[in-house]
């Protein structure tokens, strides 16, 4: 779909376009049009395409984060780190952090066993605690990723249930609902989504 097209249905949700599909050239032909925030889901992508294109992009970090590799998620000092899963992992990061990092908290809203994220019934307790033990951990809200259902009321429930926790987090700082991907980002948005991100529909065909 057309990326202007795409902005006016999306209207004040911020889009992160996640590029892990895509080499340089397909971004900076995007940055081109004014998108300024992308997202990866490999530490060494995201550094390497970092280096590689303008100073003035956001790059948000999404993917599974594996020990061996916080230390150059660190050094890319991405502008979000959107897919911490867990109390230990947060303080695992926050021990080698000397800087403060956006993160969101990604909840496993589904409860599906493919997906990383800390289950829906335990979020806002492990959300405190990273809070309250992480000081460079800067955690300012949720993500998560819809149910994997072809009807439509199982995966608004999913994003209910997000939007549900996001605002009990609202009072400690929480600002961004990160939910919503190319398949089913208008109903995210429907259900009270401010950050989408979006792959295939960007830069795969129209
Ligand atoms: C790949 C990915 C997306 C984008 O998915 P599309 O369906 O291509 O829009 C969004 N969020 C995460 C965490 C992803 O890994």
Known sequence: ???????????????????????????KALYDKGQIDFGENKVQDLVLKKQALPDNINWHFIGNLQKNKINHLINAKPCMWQSCVSYELAK??????????????????????????????????EYLKIKQDCKNINLIGVM???????????????????????????????????????????LAIKCGSNMVRLGSILFKGN
């Open 1 to 27: 779909m057309d990326y202007h097209k795409i902005k006016q249905i999306c209207g004040d949700t911020k889009i992160v376009a996640v590029s892990k599909y895509v080499d340089e050239n397909a971004i």
């Open 92 to 125: 695992e990061v926050d021990k080698r952090l000397d800087y403060k990092l956006d993160t969101l908290f990604e909840i496993n809203v589904a409860n599906e066993l493919s997906k990383q994220g800390c289950d829906k019934n335990k979020a806002i307790d």
């Open 144 to 186: 998560s990723i819809g149910a994997m259902s072809d009807d439509e009321l199982v995966v608004a429930k999913s994003f209910e249930d997000t939007k549900d926790i996001f605002d009990k987090l609202i009072p400690y700082g929480a600002k961004w609902c990160s939910m919503g991907m190319s398949g089913d980002f208008e």
